[in-house]
């Protein structure tokens, strides 16, 4: 990943509807879940929903895929990888006190 890709999706996680996005669909898998199921659990408008998908999706943290007339949105693991891979290789040059953080189960 390069900097201006890990910047775009550090930008994209950056904002508290987008960071539930990335909880809610991360469990999820390859399922996902549809745009309506996840205005109807996050209690986002259709408008701002959409926003805040685009953004994730542009960021290459998330995918959609289209099944008749639902779109449905599942985490990129690749690009979630990546990002986070990219902050501990590039930042912070593997600092084993940070890599050994990023074992440790946190509790939210």
Do not use: W
Request: aromatic content about 4%; charged content about 20%; hydrophobic content about 45%.
């Amino acid at each position: 990943m390069n900097r201006a890709d890990a910047l775009t999706a550090l930008q994209a996680l950056a904002n508290d509807a987008r960071l539930d996005l990335v909880r809610l669909l991360m469990p999820l898998g390859a399922e996902g879940l549809s745009a309506g199921d996840i205005a109807r659990t996050i209690g986002l408008s259709a408008s701002r929903l959409s926003f805040h998908l685009a953004t994730l999706e542009q960021a290459k943290l998330i995918r959609a895929r289209k099944e008749g007339r639902h779109v449905f949105y599942t985490i990129d693991a690749a690009g979630i990888g990546a990002t986070i891979g990219f902050l501990l290789t590039d930042c912070c040059k593997n600092h084993p006190e940070v890599e050994a953080c990023c074992r440790h189960k946190t509790q939210a």
